[in-house]
């Protein structure tokens, strides 16, 4: 899903498309696409929306646990197909970054925002390689992926090796979000990666290691009627196995859908219905900047073939808000967090506002 949030259009991409005549309709995301690889791992900028989200764990040399964020962005606004401008915005590129020390106890982010083009961004065709003005991520041709992020706080230089296939989420890619088909997006995940590089803090480099988790959705229809969030967490489990389970909150934090999977450490897949997830709170923490209540630690429980099994998702630390309204996104909650037997990372939106895809 996500996956930072996984996306919501900016006022200046509004400002920028507003008065545009609409182009030809978005694709419908169907059941019985055929995912081919590297292919899938560039831009489909048919769609919609679209993410490459990285989130993980870091330990430094004495051995301090940080989390990380990095997600790029990319949109396609309705405009109109025949204007010969350059200036014409046909493709939109956001970009978030986020580290979360508990030493400091509040995230560190920074943000990137440009149309496509004029040497300033973009994301390729047919494989891994978005840039956004100095900030980049990339698929080597050995598989791994490399990116470098920096901000005013923090700069990150990262190598991500796969040590698993992709997992395609939901029906063979195909991720329902809500009641109608076409609320769906095209899903898969790579969950595992071996991290190392540097992080840049305070004015000191010092070399990081660890283990991400990757997410790749792209979409044109995400959100449903009355939906107006979500609720997601993305789990290595310390036995190899990986878990993913979302819900899509209604007001009132009625459930609307949830799904997700589980891949055991001897690769069988076992995918969740609706009636197969719950996220239960068991610890809220109210945000002193924008009065958003959050529960940050929870309690999934998940039906498999054997019984229901739980997971207590309990963050590294209470405060890790987001919040980029200063370049027209949203507030929402994106943490670190641990359960027996694995560790990833827990997202929460549309608690600060309703989100608007």
Same mark, same amino acid.
């Given at each position: +899903?996500?996956?930072? !949030?996984? &996306?919501?259009?900016?006022?200046?991409?509004?400002?920028?498309?507003?008065? +545009?005549?609409?182009? #030809?309709?978005?694709?419908?995301?169907?059941?019985?696409?055929?995912?081919?690889?590297?292919?899938?791992?560039?831009?489909?900028?048919?769609?919609?929306?679209?993410?490459?989200?990285?989130?993980?764990?870091?330990?430094?040399?004495?051995?301090? *646990?940080?989390?990380?964020?990095?997600?790029?962005?990319?949109?396609?606004?309705?405009?109109?197909?025949?204007?010969?401008?350059?200036?014409?915005?046909?493709?939109?590129?956001?970009?978030?970054?986020?580290?979360?020390?508990?030493?400091?106890?509040?995230?560190?982010?920074?943000?990137?925002?440009?149309?496509?083009?004029?040497?300033?961004?973009?994301?390729?065709?047919?494989?891994?390689?978005?840039?956004?003005? *100095?900030?980049?991520?990339?698929?080597?041709?050995?598989?791994?992926? !490399?990116?470098?992020?920096?901000?005013?706080?923090?700069?990150?230089?990262? #190598?991500?090796?796969?040590?698993?296939?992709?997992?395609?989420?939901?029906?063979?890619? &195909?991720?329902?979000?809500?009641?109608?088909?076409?609320?769906?997006?095209?899903?898969?995940?790579?969950?595992?990666?071996?991290?190392?590089?540097?992080?840049?803090?305070?004015?000191?480099?010092?070399?990081? #290691?660890?283990?991400?988790?990757?997410?790749?959705?792209?979409?044109?229809?995400?959100?449903?009627?009355?939906?107006?969030?979500?609720?997601?967490?993305?789990?290595?489990?310390?036995?190899?196995?990986?878990? +993913?389970?979302?819900?899509?909150?209604?007001?009132?934090?009625?459930?609307?859908?949830?799904?997700?999977?589980?891949?055991?450490? *001897?690769?069988?897949?076992?995918?969740?219905?609706?009636?197969?997830?719950?996220?239960?709170?068991?610890?809220?923490?109210?945000?002193?900047?924008?009065?958003?209540?959050?529960?940050?630690?929870?309690?999934?429980?998940?039906?498999?073939?054997?019984? !229901?099994?739980?997971?207590?998702?309990?963050?590294?630390?209470?405060?890790?808000?987001?919040?980029?309204?200063?370049?027209?996104?949203?507030?929402?909650?994106?943490?670190?967090?641990?359960?027996?037997?694995?560790?990833?990372?827990?997202?929460? #939106?549309?608690?600060?506002?309703?989100?608007? +895809?």
């Amino acid at each position: +899903m996500r996956r930072s !949030v996984k &996306y919501v259009l900016t006022v200046a991409a509004l400002a920028l498309t507003a008065a +545009m005549p609409a182009a #030809t309709d978005y694709p419908v995301v169907r059941p019985g696409a055929r995912f081919v690889f590297p292919r899938e791992h560039g831009a489909h900028p048919a769609f919609r929306t679209e993410w490459w989200y990285v989130t993980g764990l870091l330990k430094t040399r004495e051995g301090r *646990d940080l989390g990380f964020q990095i997600t790029f962005f990319r949109t396609t606004p309705k405009t109109d197909a025949a204007n010969p401008s350059r200036f014409a915005p046909k493709q939109i590129l956001f970009a978030h970054a986020a580290l979360s020390d508990p030493n400091i106890g509040h995230l560190l982010h920074g943000e990137r925002a440009a149309r496509a083009g004029f040497g300033l961004a973009q994301a390729r065709i047919g494989d891994t390689d978005v840039t956004l003005r *100095d900030w980049r991520i990339r698929r080597l041709p050995d598989g791994r992926f !490399v990116t470098n992020v920096a901000t005013p706080d923090f700069a990150l230089a990262l #190598t991500l090796t796969p040590r698993q296939s992709p997992l395609l989420e939901g029906q063979d890619g &195909y991720s329902q979000k809500g009641p109608r088909p076409g609320q769906a997006s095209y899903y898969y995940s790579v969950p595992h990666l071996a991290v190392t590089g540097s992080l840049t803090h305070d004015r000191k480099a010092q070399p990081v #290691t660890g283990q991400a988790w990757l997410d790749r959705e792209w979409s044109s229809d995400y959100l449903g009627g009355g939906a107006v969030g979500w609720d997601w967490t993305g789990l290595n489990l310390d036995d190899g196995g990986a878990l +993913m389970a979302f819900r899509i909150r209604g007001a009132g934090g009625k459930q609307v859908w949830a799904g997700g999977s589980l891949r055991r450490a *001897d690769g069988r897949v076992i995918r969740f219905a609706p009636g197969d997830v719950r996220f239960d709170p068991l610890r809220q923490w109210r945000s002193p900047r924008t009065g958003a209540l959050y529960p940050v630690t929870q309690r999934l429980s998940i039906r498999l073939p054997e019984g !229901v099994r739980r997971f207590d998702l309990t963050p590294l630390f209470a405060d890790q808000e987001l919040d980029a309204r200063r370049s027209g996104m949203p507030v929402y909650w994106e943490g670190a967090v641990r359960t027996a037997g694995g560790s990833g990372y827990l997202e929460l #939106t549309g608690y600060a506002d309703p989100l608007r +895809m």
